[in-house]
């Protein structure tokens, strides 16, 4: 070890200069991670450059600031970053950017390395006198490329990447075998076929050179204020640093994550207009200041105006930049547009309406013309009034399904790339010539449940991702109950660190939107191996508990893993007609004969029974301690093995259901219980704390009271009423979110909802990152109960804390995506309606919210929006009036006379698509009567009626299918749906809307007799 100097020039936090001498220790071995290591280099357990490459490309300091992105690409491989290249980035960029780096070092599907060159004894170059920074940092480069080459013997050629042709020239013919060339070239000449990288580099080295090129004429924004001043005001209190969300015209900072005294920041911070935001983007860690309260102004919305005026401040620095992709439209070239024709920059608009306009410089102006584009932002200058950025890919044309659906994913940061060759071959084969079986030592370590329990699922029609499974016996002559439940053991197929594990934390869940699904676990996986299908054996997680059998008392309970064969794979329709006593055919029991069908169909009914039986007891003890009745609408598309919409199937509420979800419930308890006492600070819960409105709500009336008061809240003319009441109350309640129990008192644990005071995830491995961890923490916790070693030490607080906080950003991405997914595919529906003529466009609204000048509406066909009505005599006409707003009604008062909306009065709406060629179509609501849809008395219909609903849809859709395939045969070409929407045939999502809507219109009664008279 050589011992040196290292002299660095800081500033301390008042401004000073300060010069800093600091030891600096060589080492003559340090760890090179190439796979032609000749010299015995300690690279175990790091990520090794493969030895099959032609060359190592080492880029330079300024190729890593400023193409980044362009290293990114997985094509190019064999990338050795320097440890100059990674503190310039931390240094320059900020630590979004590094970490950007960062996690690119560590992603095994990289094949990029970091070498710490200064540290080396032969690679390292002390700093020399007058020498400039950029020039030492390349020097540093061009050393680290010589060590290598020479470190490998030769064996390997080195390439370094450099945007400085000086040093190109300077360095290009030193050394044999060191090679020095631009970026441009590289790309060129050894990945000539990657056009993307050449369109990438050809957009950030445009953007480079105009930003280098202009000139500021006049300041349009403040500057923003030195970091150390930034820093001095936060910590005195005169500045308060937050995350901005950005709300249309106006940005509020809400109180979360205020760490202030001044009592004026209770509530948050009001920041209006482009001024006051002063180049900061929606999503950006900003310092906020304090206007003067005669500056202070209040909020506007839609339907409802503060006029208290409130906190309000401005921007004046931006510590952290939370720039992302976005998806930009170039609008069409007319009026103004079309000036800038020449210079080939345009004004891009955003997709999101709270990110300003992007200033982008392309060279395909006129083809990228109503087209999606994905862009990245560089800079914001204060002499601009926007942002500069690059283009990165081109989606396809706006308007057409799959670019909207790519744009839905991009907006809401979900990547979900094929699973790669590497990933799969890491899990076991499977083919129907080769089935996997299982193994001999895994099923001596195993409890055994194949031949001594009667394991079955109970899930959706089709379901192939099977998580769980049950089972119910008898014990001790009749006087005990054994509950089981078992869960897909995913952890042993996906071991820890692995490639297949990382991409599964990296997708965090399952991604479903309304025509597609995009699995979190390879297919073999999540449909096949770790599927509890029926018939074959499977390894499982179980939790089983022995409960008396009058009183249902926990006697004891047991974890572990087991070997199940799941005896029948039934859906939910199938065993609520089992428990009805209806008439139904088990698949699993055919071609047997009727003594032994009967018997094993008896057998089955009574676990289904048993099962009623303790899941009603289940929710009955959480009854009483409060546990609230949630209140949502679900409608599940059924896809075929191409993936096309099938049916369209409301779901119905069963009370096999409730059975399945309590048995879920109560395993998902018992777990947290275990995990969070063997590891009381590192274990993962799921709880839902409760909101302000939520604690005022049980204040007044207490947890269980108030859980009574939804249930005797039932309207008998409308159902409606005490659904809308139950969606009111649970809307206060704050979203669950999983969090590590070593950052949070344990008061916090409770789950309001649920009425438990400790819950997570354990029954969804297939489709939850949550769960995988959830499994290991309690495979962790069963090996220390039996004295064995858990083998991997448990994820810190810190760790666990990160992964958690990655799930619930990935979870609230996965609901927003499939909530914009479904109102696209309902645009598209309504898009083609005339709501003019068209009486599908019409439909019954609910009145669920007085504001000052109008009123919230709740569609029970799952929509909902604003609404603003004047008029008389029921139909509703726009005039000009007043508009009174009581605290149960509002009255509206014109030349026609008065009209009144209370508070759960039906009125007609009127269903239109609001389109905009820049950003997302949107239903819009218009009322057209203070009247109920067609005069018709609110009715609810059974599950009978239900049952009877999607019976005619789905036969409704067979025939259309049915029909659709005579007319393909007769004209081969391709439908409507196929030329304007790339939509599946017939039927399609737009065609079961349609009937779904109808026949809700239909009188069931009224049906009933007709289809009796006609037997």
């Given at each position: 070890m050589k011992k040196t100097e290292k002299i660095l020039h800081l500033k301390s936090c008042r401004g000073r200069k300060l010069r800093v001498v600091?030891?600096?220790?060589?080492?003559?071995?340090?760890?090179?991670?190439?796979?032609?290591?000749?010299?015995?280099?300690?690279?175990?357990?790091?990520?090794?450059?493969?030895?099959?490459?032609?060359?190592?490309?080492?880029?330079?300091?300024?190729?890593?600031?400023?193409?980044?992105?362009?290293?990114?690409?997985?094509?190019?491989?064999?990338?050795?970053?320097?440890?100059?290249?990674?503190?310039?980035?931390?240094?320059?960029?900020?630590?979004?950017?590094?970490?950007?780096?960062?996690?690119?070092?560590?992603?095994?599907?990289?094949?990029?390395?970091?070498?710490?060159?200064?540290?080396?004894?032969?690679?390292?170059?002390?700093?020399?006198?007058?020498?400039?920074?950029?020039?030492?940092?390349?020097?540093?480069?061009?050393?680290?490329?010589?060590?290598?080459?020479?470190?490998?013997?030769?064996?390997?050629?080195?390439?370094?990447?450099?945007?400085?042709?000086?040093?190109?020239?300077?360095?290009?013919?030193?050394?044999?075998?060191?090679?020095?060339?631009?970026?441009?070239?590289?790309?060129?000449?050894?990945?000539?076929?990657?056009?993307?990288?050449?369109?990438?580099?050809?957009?950030?080295?445009?953007?480079?050179?105009?930003?280098?090129?202009?000139?500021?004429?006049?300041?349009?924004?403040?500057?923003?204020?030195?970091?150390?001043?930034?820093?001095?005001?936060?910590?005195?209190?005169?500045?308060?640093?937050?995350?901005?969300?950005?709300?249309?015209?106006?940005?509020?900072?809400?109180?979360?994550?205020?760490?202030?005294?001044?009592?004026?920041?209770?509530?948050?911070?009001?920041?209006?207009?482009?001024?006051?935001?002063?180049?900061?983007?929606h999503g950006d860690v900003v310092v906020v200041e304090l206007l003067p309260r005669g500056e202070w102004r209040g909020r506007d919305s839609a339907l409802s105006r503060l006029s208290d005026p409130e906190s309000t401040g401005r921007v004046v620095g931006v510590p952290q930049r939370n720039w992302r992709d976005y998806v930009v439209t170039f609008p069409p070239r007319e009026g103004p547009q079309a000036q800038s024709r020449n210079t080939q920059r345009l004004l891009a608009v955003p997709w999101d309406h709270r990110i300003p306009k992007i200033r982008v410089s392309t060279q395909q102006a006129d083809a990228l013309q109503d087209h999606r584009v994905v862009v990245r932002i560089d800079s914001w200058e204060s002499s601009s009034l926007y942002p500069n950025g690059h283009s990165v890919r081109v989606l396809g044309r706006a308007g057409e399904l799959e670019t909207e659906v790519q744009t839905i994913l991009i907006e809401n940061g979900i990547h979900v790339p094929p699973f790669s060759d590497a990933q799969l071959r890491e899990l076991p084969a499977s083919s129907p010539e080769r089935p996997w079986a299982v193994d001999a030592a895994q099923a001596a370590q195993r409890r055994d449940l194949r031949r001594s329990h009667l394991v079955f699922s109970v899930d959706p029609l089709g379901c192939e991702d099977v998580d769980d499974a049950l089972s119910v016996r008898r014990l001790a002559g009749g006087t005990l109950l054994e509950l089981g439940v078992h869960i897909a053991d995913v952890t042993h197929f996906v071991a820890e660190g692995s490639l297949t594990d990382l991409e599964a934390r990296a997708r965090a869940t399952t991604y479903y939107l309304a025509d597609r699904r995009y699995d979190m676990l390879p297919a073999v996986l999540s449909a096949d191996l770790c599927s509890l299908l029926g018939g074959v054996d499977r390894y499982a997680m179980s939790v089983v508990w022995e409960l008396d059998a009058q009183t249902l008392a926990v006697e004891k309970v047991w974890y572990g893993r087991t070997l199940v064969r799941s005896s029948y794979q039934l859906h939910y329709e199938l065993a609520q007609a089992l428990l009805d006593g209806g008439a139904a055919e088990v698949p699993e029991l055919r071609g047997l004969g009727p003594a032994e069908r009967d018997a094993r169909l008896a057998e089955l009914t009574g676990a289904l029974e048993t099962l009623t039986r303790v899941a009603r007891h289940l929710r009955a003890h959480r009854d009483q301690g409060g546990a609230l009745e949630l209140e949502g609408v679900e409608v599940r598309a059924q896809l075929d093995e191409q993936r096309n919409i099938t049916a369209l199937v409301p779901r119905q509420p069963l009370e096999v259901h409730e059975t399945v979800a309590e048995c879920m419930i109560y395993a998902n308890h018992w777990v947290a219980r275990k995990i969070q006492e063997a590891f009381p600070h590192q274990a993962l819960l799921r709880p839902v704390p409760p909101r302000l409105h939520f604690i005022a709500i049980a204040t007044c009336f207490g947890e269980k009271a108030l859980a009574d008061s939804l249930d005797r809240a039932v309207d008998p003319r409308d159902p409606l009423v005490n659904r809308m009441l139950r969606i009111m109350a649970t809307s206060a309640m704050s979203q669950a979110v999983y969090f590590s129990t070593g950052l949070q008192s344990q008061d916090q644990f409770y789950h309001y909802g649920l009425a438990l005071d400790r819950y997570t995830h354990f029954t969804s491995p297939i489709r939850r990152y949550a769960d995988v961890v959830v499994h290991r923490l309690l495979t962790a916790a069963i090996d220390v109960d039996e004295g064995r070693d858990p083998g991997r030490a448990v994820a810190s607080n810190k760790d666990l804390e990160e992964t958690t906080r990655h799930i619930n950003n990935k979870n609230r991405a996965s609901q927003q995506a499939q909530k914009l997914s479904t109102e696209l595919f309902q645009c598209l529906y309504f898009k083609e309606r005339d709501p003019q003529s068209d009486q599908r466009c019409l439909a019954d609204a609910v009145i669920y919210s007085i504001r000052d000048n109008g009123v919230l509406v709740f569609v029970p066909e799952n929509r909902e929006g604003q609404v603003v009505a004047n008029g008389e005599g029921g139909l509703c006409e726009w005039q000009s009036g007043a508009v009174r707003r009581q605290s149960d009604h509002i009255s509206t008062t014109s030349s026609c006379g008065t009209s009144t909306f209370r508070l759960f009065d039906h009125i007609t709406v009127c269903v239109s698509v609001r389109s905009t060629h820049c950003h997302a179509d949107a239903l819009h609501l218009e009322a057209v009567s203070n009247r109920p849809h067609r005069g018709a008395e609110p009715k609810r219909p059974g599950a009978q009626g239900r049952s009877q609903l999607v019976q005619e849809v789905v036969r409704l859709a067979e025939e259309a299918s049915q029909q659709a395939r005579e007319k393909a045969a007769r004209r081969p070409k391709l439908s409507r749906e196929e030329r304007e929407f790339s939509q599946s045939q017939t039927p399609n999502l737009y065609s079961l809307l349609e009937e779904v809507r109808e026949l809700a219109l239909l009188d069931l009664e009224a049906v009933s007799q007709v289809a009796a008279a006609t037997a």
């Open positions: 600091r030891e600096h220790y060589l080492r003559e071995r340090v760890p090179c991670y190439s796979g032609l290591c000749q010299a015995d280099c300690d690279n175990t357990g790091a990520k090794v450059l493969p030895g099959d490459l032609t060359h190592y490309v080492v880029p330079d300091v300024a190729v890593v600031l400023d193409y980044l992105e362009v290293l990114e690409f997985r094509e190019l491989r064999g990338v050795v970053f320097t440890q100059t290249a990674c503190q310039a980035v931390q240094h320059v960029k900020g630590r979004r950017q590094y970490n950007r780096l960062r996690n690119l070092l560590k992603d095994p599907q990289h094949d990029c390395v970091l070498f710490a060159n200064e540290f080396q004894e032969y690679s390292y170059c002390p700093r020399e006198k007058g020498e400039r920074q950029e020039e030492w940092q390349t020097r540093c480069v061009y050393s680290t490329a010589v060590w290598y080459y020479n470190h490998l013997a030769g064996m390997k050629d080195v390439v370094m990447i450099t945007e400085d042709q000086a040093a190109a020239a300077r360095y290009g013919s030193l050394n044999a075998g060191v090679y020095v060339i631009s970026v441009r070239d590289f790309l060129v000449n050894f990945l000539p076929e990657l056009t993307a990288a050449h369109d990438l580099y050809a957009a950030v080295s445009q953007a480079l050179q105009e930003e280098e090129s202009e000139v500021a004429e006049k300041k349009e924004f403040a500057e923003h204020l030195p970091a150390e001043v930034l820093e001095a005001g936060v910590k005195s209190g005169r500045y308060v640093q937050v995350q901005l969300p950005v709300h249309l015209r106006a940005g509020f900072v809400t109180a979360e994550g205020l760490s202030t005294k001044n009592s004026d920041l209770s509530w948050g911070v009001l920041v209006c207009g482009a001024k006051n935001r002063n180049r900061a983007v």
